[in-house]
């Protein structure tokens, strides 16, 4: 509750600064913002506690997921600093709608109520269509902020009405009551079901699975690259740790029906993420393709549900959001000095002039490929186990086919960084960013040799 | 105190490793060794501490590694008698080598690497000899293995040093591959591979166990590669390539007797198995008197030295599998003294030289390098194994246990040991004595060491003279205090009564001494008084000359039944199972890979209502299943 109240207060007093028009007080005012929630985030730990007529608890699960929420949330808000270096006004107010964003995204770790639930979609979703387009002047930035709106809406609608048939049938939004309500009929009725199949639409949209990833790679693309980092971190933490929250508790009693339907989800996302990023000539395509494939790798955990399943998929978001971080900001300072080139071959030959940037590069796509001594492969090895505990082997042998052929596009990235030649030049790196770049990938490898600490917690 | 902080102990070197190697461009030469000397000296402080503080054991836990289900790795580091002693040697002889470094290494131009290799190479060798578990032990082993194939190569632009180094690591690759099955089986066996949950649980164990007989087997493989015993010991007389410092360091000193330390850590497992003590003692007893063999006829000054390692590891070997492994130990410590004092010295007369390796270039030298001249002579006196130097004792040692044991394990020993004494003082009279057989150049240029490289030196020769009264024996009065320190440490062995009358040992060591005298006797008239040289390179050799000169030819054996089979199968695999079958199967995998991908992007058509389109048939879809459940 508190650390709601210091988001919000937080977000409402940039809005305000913004109208100083000083970079010297925004960014640091974010950062203390953020550092406070944080802390009082922490406090919260194994201080289980309910707020709002019992309409949201906040246990330690929703503490871990909002903690790494706001981890990831400080790391592209320092990046913003080289970012908008040369904007001159609104950057305030974008750091308040990222805000504002968190705001949402913790409303949905924590919601013990339907209600809450799509209060807090909308709330994470309606600044982040406004932060898609941020770029004003660019024609790429506002189809990208009215795709994500148009589909976004309709997803909500969705949502909303899975929310309302499954209101229909149980008389209640309370996720406990709906428990119940599914443990003691014995024949529950069809508007129900229906209502499972339209929340899982919603969800499935909210966090990029196939085949309601359509967006993904268009809205990721066209928005800020910075701006696409957050989304790609920031909803996904969110999206899952809501996702999970619901399915496990109201649904889990019936999870032998929705399980073959995520089961088809899961094929199909692995399938068309990975297909579709072997032949990707532009870095930021690729990494949403990469980002949707994580989708499908998070709902193994998800379908395994488990007593694995929960600290898998907060190791797996957090994992995920410390190699994506540094992989865009890289991406941001390359792109910057090869005129806005943001192609495999704008990497050629990173390693000689820059080997800074290219190490963390590659501890980042490692990550991500999932490979030994990086976080990422304790992701994916947590994942699969608890989806073997669940019995699903044949399931777990695909997603493992699927992380080769990953590796073999992240491979690409590597390999046009160190064995290609290429027209180098040194890129200077700004101190802050630097310094973000690279707590990202220590934390990346710490988490790697060290993954005891992050899924003990769960 | 120093208990609790017990753990910085590997973290100097570590710390002179970062500085030295990331400030290689700014700091000097000389400042560079200081740096890395310290950082190898204030381990030896702790160490003595830790030694008149500790007389049980003392496990320093630093927190917990791996925990996956009922594997439970703690990164603990174990202080006991044993670690302690290896830890002295470690440090107290790595210091004096880093010392001396200072001198002989001070003119290349990459002296700092150099310096930062050999302080990564004590933080390792540190690990491994505090490890708590068979896990640390490991990644010390790996470390230590590293960084002796960085050192033997560090000269690097020489193609033959670079392949002694790659020779080096193979043949440890094999012998690690023993151990690491060791580790797997044990982790099988007894669900640990931690120290303190192994030992206890071995102590239930019939003896003659056919599980701990392999796992012991396993680990002896790794021993032999690391400790270069038959058959894995080719690597080590190439590995003196490198430095002579690291040669007295890792190839004499420290690294070669991990493999001894190792079987000395797990003497409860060993004295379980018969067999494999058996084998042991086969194996050193062979590896022993076989080097010191080839030793007779060489005429490099490190080749020989390097056949005598691996002739003394050969006795511990022997002393492990005789299972006597504090005497093993002991062996261990005098060998650190007076093998590294005998590297050190023919570092110096090397320098001396301007690099010149073969003994029949040199000659008449102790007027011209006294200090060196004396230190060396205690060193080869110790090694020859004549009292009161340090050498008699852990050799006479071991031998008395050998002859406890059967009799002729003692005279096969004693043969070894003849060989032994007579090449090394053929060596010591072919180098210090008769006439400079030099080029006049050199003999101009021939001086003394500086002070920084003798006075390791003297240190050295100290400690190999009296070195041998730490195990003074009962038979004079002696307390064996060495081994009576180790009793913690050592559940294996056996502390009972002598084996052997005392008037038994007597008549064997006066009659060891009596024929060694004699052997130093010959050799001083073949090589001083009639003055022979080794016939050089051009002349033919015959007979069994041939085959002792030749290394038995050991080298080209390997090299025609493992490398050119090995060779072969690469290239027919690489042309044909490679190129034709896996790159088919690959490729093709990779295309289909890539025509589905484009068809897939072509979904991604960047329309908004086709996407809508698909989502409501998705929808759909799945409305489908429900009426169908």
Same mark, same amino acid.
């Given at each position: 509750m508190?650390?709601?109240?210091?988001?919000?207060?937080?977000?409402?007093?940039?809005?305000?600064?913004?109208?100083?028009?000083?970079?010297?007080?925004?960014?640091?005012?974010?950062?203390?913002?953020?550092?406070v929630t944080l802390g009082l985030t922490v406090m919260q730990w194994n201080h289980p506690s309910s707020s709002f007529n019992n309409m949201a608890v906040t246990d330690n699960y929703s503490v871990a997921f909002n903690a790494s929420i706001l981890l990831s949330t400080m790391f592209v808000v320092l990046l913003s600093a080289y970012y908008y270096e040369d904007v001159k006004q609104h950057v305030a107010e974008i750091m308040a709608l990222m805000l504002f964003t968190v705001f949402g995204a913790f409303l949905i770790t924590s919601f013990s109520n339907m209600i809450m639930l799509f209060l807090g979609i909308e709330t994470l979703s309606i600044p982040l269509y406004v932060l898609a387009g941020s770029k004003k002047f660019s024609l790429r930035s506002n189809e990208a902020s009215f795709k994500y709106f148009l589909m976004g809406a309709f997803a909500s609608a969705i949502l909303l009405l899975g929310i309302?048939?499954?209101?229909?049938?149980?008389?209640?939004?309370?996720?406990?009551?709906?428990?119940?309500?599914?443990?003691?009929?014995?024949?529950?009725?069809?508007?129900?079901?229906?209502?499972?199949?339209?929340?899982?639409?919603?969800?499935?949209?909210?966090?990029?699975?196939?085949?309601?990833?359509?967006?993904?790679?268009?809205?990721?693309?066209?928005?800020?690259?910075?701006?696409?980092a957050f989304m790609a971190t920031v909803v996904k933490i969110a999206g899952f740790a809501a996702f999970y929250r619901l399915f496990s508790s109201a649904f889990s009693s019936i999870a032998t029906f929705w399980e073959p339907l995520l089961w088809g989800m899961i094929i199909l996302t692995l399938l068309i993420s990975n297909f579709a990023a072997l032949l990707q000539k532009g870095v930021k395509r690729l990494l949403a393709y990469s980002s949707i494939s994580h989708a499908g790798f998070l709902l193994l955990g998800i379908i395994a549900l488990n007593k694995l399943s929960a600290g898998g998929i907060f190791y797996y978001t957090l994992a995920y959001s410390l190699a994506t971080i540094p992989a865009f900001g890289v991406l941001i300072l390359v792109k910057n000095h090869r005129n806005s080139d943001d192609s495999i071959d704008a990497f050629n030959g990173l390693a000689k002039k820059n080997p800074l940037l290219a190490i963390v590069m590659s501890v980042a796509l490692l990550s991500m490929a999932g490979i030994p001594i990086t976080a990422g492969f304790f992701a994916k090895y947590y994942i699969f186990v608890a989806a073997i505990d669940s019995g699903y082997i044949l399931l777990t042998i695909f997603a493992v086919l699927a992380a080769v052929l990953g590796v073999f596009y992240y491979f690409r990235l590597l390999n046009a960084m160190f064995l290609k030649e290429g027209e180098a030049e040194k890129i200077k790196i700004p101190v802050v960013f630097g310094i973000s770049l690279l707590i990202t990938t220590i934390l990346t490898l710490a988490m790697g040799v060290f993954p005891d600490y992050i899924i003990k917690l769960l | 105190m120093i208990q609790k902080i017990a753990w910085m102990i590997p973290l100097f070197p570590l710390l002179g490793f970062i500085i030295n190697s990331f400030g290689r461009k700014i700091i000097s030469r000389n400042m560079s060794g200081i740096i890395a000397s310290l950082m190898v000296f204030?381990?030896?402080?702790?160490?003595?501490?830790?030694?008149?503080?500790?007389?049980?054991?003392?496990?320093?836990?630093?927190?917990? +590694?791996?925990?996956?289900?009922?594997?439970?790795?703690?990164?603990?580091?174990?202080?006991?008698?044993?670690?302690?002693?290896?830890?002295?040697?470690?440090?107290?002889?790595?210091?004096?080598?880093?010392?001396?470094?200072?001198?002989?290494?001070?003119?290349?131009?990459?002296?700092?690497?150099?310096?930062?290799?050999?302080?990564?190479?004590?933080?390792?060798?540190?690990?491994?000899?505090?490890?708590?578990?068979?896990?640390?032990?490991?990644?010390? +082993?790996?470390?230590?293995?590293?960084?002796?194939?960085?050192?033997?190569?560090? +000269?690097?632009?020489?193609?033959?040093?670079?392949?002694?180094?790659?020779?080096?690591?193979?043949?440890?690759?094999?012998?690690?591959?023993?151990?690491?099955?060791?580790?797997?089986?044990?982790?099988?066996?007894?669900?640990?591979?931690?120290?303190?949950?192994?030992?206890?649980?071995?102590?239930?164990?019939?003896?003659?166990?056919?599980?701990?007989?392999?796992?012991?087997?396993?680990?002896?493989?790794?021993?032999?590669?690391?400790?270069?015993?038959?058959?894995?010991?080719? +690597?080590?007389?190439?590995?003196?390539?490198?430095?002579?410092?690291?040669?007295?360091?890792?190839?004499?000193?420290?690294?070669?007797?991990?493999?001894?330390?190792?079987?000395?850590?797990?003497?409860?497992?060993?004295?379980?198995?018969?067999i494999?003590?058996?084998?042991?003692?086969?194996?050193?007893?062979?590896?022993?008197?076989?080097?010191?063999?080839?030793?007779?006829?060489q005429n490099d000054i490190k080749k020989v030295l390097a056949y005598s390692t691996v002739s003394q590891l050969g006795y511990m070997f022997l002393a492990l599998?005789?299972?006597?492994?504090?005497?093993?130990?002991?062996h261990v410590t005098t060998h650190a003294f007076f093998k590294a004092l005998l590297f050190l010295g023919a570092g110096s007369v090397m320098h001396a030289l301007n690099n010149g390796q073969d003994i029949r270039g040199m000659g008449g030298l102790r007027k011209k390098l006294p200090i060196t001249f004396i230190t060396f002579l205690i060193a080869t006196l110790a090694i020859s194994g004549i009292p009161p130097f340090s050498g008699f004792f852990s050799k006479d040692e071991i031998l008395a246990k050998a002859f406890a044991s059967n009799p002729s394990l003692w005279v096969v020993g004693m043969i070894g040991a003849l060989f032994t004494c007579f090449y090394m003082f053929r060596?010591?009279?072919?180098?210090?004595?008769?006439?400079?057989?030099?080029?006049?150049?050199?003999?101009?240029?021939?001086?003394?060491?500086?002070?920084?490289?003798?006075?390791?030196?003297?240190?050295?020769?100290?400690?190999?003279?009296?070195?041998?009264?730490?195990?003074?024996?009962?038979?004079?009065?002696?307390?064996?205090s060495f081994a009576e320190y180790l009793k913690p440490s050592l559940a294996g062995q056996y502390y009972g009564k002598e084996l052997i009358p005392h008037q038994t040992e007597l008549l064997l060591m006066a009659s060891s001494v009596i024929i060694l005298l004699a052997v130093i006797f010959i050799a001083w008239q073949v090589f001083v008084k009639r003055g022979t040289v080794p016939a050089d390179e051009t002349t033919e050799r015959k007979g069994l000359v041939k085959l002792v000169y030749n290394k038995y030819f050991i080298d080209e054996l390997y090299n025609s039944i493992f490398v050119k089979p090995y060779n072969f199968l690469s290239e027919k695999v690489f042309s044909w199972i490679d190129r034709v079958v896996i790159d088919g199967i690959v490729n093709s995998f990779g295309e289909i890979s890539i025509i589905c991908g484009r068809s897939v992007r072509k979904l991604q058509n960047g329309n908004t209502s086709f996407y809508l389109f698909v989502m409501a048939w998705a929808i759909v879809a799945m409305f489908i299943y429900l009426m169908l459940v």
């Amino acid at each position: 509750m508190a650390a709601l109240i210091s988001i919000a207060v937080f977000g409402i007093a940039l809005l305000y600064i913004e109208l100083t028009n000083s970079k010297k007080i925004q960014l640091p005012l974010a950062v203390v913002g953020l550092l406070v929630t944080l802390g009082l985030t922490v406090m919260q730990w194994n201080h289980p506690s309910s707020s709002f007529n019992n309409m949201a608890v906040t246990d330690n699960y929703s503490v871990a997921f909002n903690a790494s929420i706001l981890l990831s949330t400080m790391f592209v808000v320092l990046l913003s600093a080289y970012y908008y270096e040369d904007v001159k006004q609104h950057v305030a107010e974008i750091m308040a709608l990222m805000l504002f964003t968190v705001f949402g995204a913790f409303l949905i770790t924590s919601f013990s109520n339907m209600i809450m639930l799509f209060l807090g979609i909308e709330t994470l979703s309606i600044p982040l269509y406004v932060l898609a387009g941020s770029k004003k002047f660019s024609l790429r930035s506002n189809e990208a902020s009215f795709k994500y709106f148009l589909m976004g809406a309709f997803a909500s609608a969705i949502l909303l009405l899975g929310i309302t048939l499954v209101y229909g049938a149980s008389a209640t939004f309370q996720l406990s009551a709906i428990s119940d309500y599914v443990n003691n009929t014995k024949q529950l009725p069809g508007i129900f079901y229906m209502g499972i199949i339209l929340i899982l639409v919603g969800f499935s949209f909210k966090v990029a699975a196939a085949p309601f990833h359509f967006w993904t790679p268009d809205v990721y693309e066209g928005s800020p690259t910075l701006i696409t980092a957050f989304m790609a971190t920031v909803v996904k933490i969110a999206g899952f740790a809501a996702f999970y929250r619901l399915f496990s508790s109201a649904f889990s009693s019936i999870a032998t029906f929705w399980e073959p339907l995520l089961w088809g989800m899961i094929i199909l996302t692995l399938l068309i993420s990975n297909f579709a990023a072997l032949l990707q000539k532009g870095v930021k395509r690729l990494l949403a393709y990469s980002s949707i494939s994580h989708a499908g790798f998070l709902l193994l955990g998800i379908i395994a549900l488990n007593k694995l399943s929960a600290g898998g998929i907060f190791y797996y978001t957090l994992a995920y959001s410390l190699a994506t971080i540094p992989a865009f900001g890289v991406l941001i300072l390359v792109k910057n000095h090869r005129n806005s080139d943001d192609s495999i071959d704008a990497f050629n030959g990173l390693a000689k002039k820059n080997p800074l940037l290219a190490i963390v590069m590659s501890v980042a796509l490692l990550s991500m490929a999932g490979i030994p001594i990086t976080a990422g492969f304790f992701a994916k090895y947590y994942i699969f186990v608890a989806a073997i505990d669940s019995g699903y082997i044949l399931l777990t042998i695909f997603a493992v086919l699927a992380a080769v052929l990953g590796v073999f596009y992240y491979f690409r990235l590597l390999n046009a960084m160190f064995l290609k030649e290429g027209e180098a030049e040194k890129i200077k790196i700004p101190v802050v960013f630097g310094i973000s770049l690279l707590i990202t990938t220590i934390l990346t490898l710490a988490m790697g040799v060290f993954p005891d600490y992050i899924i003990k917690l769960l | 105190m120093i208990q609790k902080i017990a753990w910085m102990i590997p973290l100097f070197p570590l710390l002179g490793f970062i500085i030295n190697s990331f400030g290689r461009k700014i700091i000097s030469r000389n400042m560079s060794g200081i740096i890395a000397s310290l950082m190898v000296f204030i381990p030896l402080i702790f160490a003595f501490d830790l030694f008149f503080s500790v007389t049980d054991k003392v496990t320093v836990h630093l927190f917990n +590694w791996i925990s996956a289900g009922v594997i439970n790795i703690p990164f603990e580091f174990l202080i006991d008698p044993l670690s302690i002693t290896m830890m002295l040697v470690v440090t107290g002889v790595g210091f004096l080598i880093h010392v001396y470094s200072i001198g002989y290494m001070g003119h290349d131009e990459h002296a700092n690497t150099f310096f930062a290799y050999l302080n990564l190479f004590i933080f390792f060798m540190l690990l491994l000899v505090m490890g708590a578990n068979y896990l640390i032990l490991f990644i010390g +082993w790996e470390g230590v293995g590293l960084c002796s194939y960085l050192l033997i190569g560090f +000269w690097y632009k020489n193609t033959e040093y670079n392949n002694a180094a790659r020779k080096a690591f193979v043949m440890n690759r094999i012998g690690d591959l023993g151990f690491l099955l060791g580790i797997i089986l044990m982790l099988f066996a007894f669900g640990s591979v931690n120290f303190k949950d192994v030992f206890p649980a071995a102590g239930s164990v019939q003896s003659g166990n056919v599980t701990v007989t392999i796992i012991t087997l396993l680990l002896m493989i790794g021993a032999l590669g690391k400790s270069a015993q038959i058959p894995l010991y080719t +690597w080590l007389p190439d590995a003196m390539a490198g430095p002579t410092p690291v040669s007295a360091l890792i190839h004499a000193a420290t690294m070669v007797t991990a493999g001894i330390y190792m079987i000395a850590r797990s003497s409860i497992l060993y004295s379980l198995a018969p067999i494999t003590s058996g084998v042991i003692v086969v194996i050193g007893l062979a590896t022993a008197v076989f080097a010191a063999s080839i030793g007779l006829l060489q005429n490099d000054i490190k080749k020989v030295l390097a056949y005598s390692t691996v002739s003394q590891l050969g006795y511990m070997f022997l002393a492990l599998g005789l299972g006597a492994y504090s005497s093993a130990m002991f062996h261990v410590t005098t060998h650190a003294f007076f093998k590294a004092l005998l590297f050190l010295g023919a570092g110096s007369v090397m320098h001396a030289l301007n690099n010149g390796q073969d003994i029949r270039g040199m000659g008449g030298l102790r007027k011209k390098l006294p200090i060196t001249f004396i230190t060396f002579l205690i060193a080869t006196l110790a090694i020859s194994g004549i009292p009161p130097f340090s050498g008699f004792f852990s050799k006479d040692e071991i031998l008395a246990k050998a002859f406890a044991s059967n009799p002729s394990l003692w005279v096969v020993g004693m043969i070894g040991a003849l060989f032994t004494c007579f090449y090394m003082f053929r060596l010591f009279y072919l180098v210090f004595y008769g006439k400079f057989r030099g080029t006049s150049e050199q003999e101009a240029h021939v001086h003394e060491s500086p002070l920084v490289m003798t006075i390791p030196l003297i240190v050295l020769a100290v400690l190999a003279f009296l070195g041998g009264f730490l195990n003074f024996p009962a038979i004079f009065g002696g307390k064996e205090s060495f081994a009576e320190y180790l009793k913690p440490s050592l559940a294996g062995q056996y502390y009972g009564k002598e084996l052997i009358p005392h008037q038994t040992e007597l008549l064997l060591m006066a009659s060891s001494v009596i024929i060694l005298l004699a052997v130093i006797f010959i050799a001083w008239q073949v090589f001083v008084k009639r003055g022979t040289v080794p016939a050089d390179e051009t002349t033919e050799r015959k007979g069994l000359v041939k085959l002792v000169y030749n290394k038995y030819f050991i080298d080209e054996l390997y090299n025609s039944i493992f490398v050119k089979p090995y060779n072969f199968l690469s290239e027919k695999v690489f042309s044909w199972i490679d190129r034709v079958v896996i790159d088919g199967i690959v490729n093709s995998f990779g295309e289909i890979s890539i025509i589905c991908g484009r068809s897939v992007r072509k979904l991604q058509n960047g329309n908004t209502s086709f996407y809508l389109f698909v989502m409501a048939w998705a929808i759909v879809a799945m409305f489908i299943y429900l009426m169908l459940v």
